[in-house]
Nanobody, 124 residues
């Protein structure tokens, strides 16, 4: 069982930055690939970024590539999402998720555990 708790969301102006954190419980964090997803009001949840369990490989949605960076610290059981050059269309609830596996995963149904989400609002 893995419990995930996101933090770091908030209100920011367009062009600004935020760093989201996701703290995981348990001693097997390094066994899980991690992902960030987001859901805007009235829209389906969408993939944003994923990272392998070692942190050696990452993959991004085209909509965030070049602006967002996913990273992890296995010693701290934490995954991060650094978000730069934020746009109003980035406004959403952001969720982190954990997948017991060795590669990169971009589909939400593949993930085993989810956090409760953190709100990010980007004003124009």
């Amino acid at each position: 069982q893995v419990q995930l708790v996101e933090s770091g969301g908030g209100l920011v102006q367009a062009g600004g930055s935020l760093r989201l954190s996701c703290a995981a419980s348990g001693r097997t964090f390094s066994s899980y690939a991690m992902g960030w997803f987001r859901q805007a009001p009235g829209k389906e949840r969408e993939f944003a970024a994923t990272i392998t369990r070692s942190g050696g490989s990452t993959y991004y949605a085209d909509s965030v590539k070049g602006r967002f960076t996913i990273s992890r610290d296995n010693a701290k059981n934490t995954v991060y999402l650094q978000m730069n050059s934020l746009k109003p269309e980035d406004t959403a609830v952001y969720y982190c998720a954990a997948k017991a596996g060795s590669w990169l995963y971009a589909a939400g149904y593949e993930y085993d555990y989810w956090g409760q989400g953190t709100q990010v609002t980007v004003s124009s």
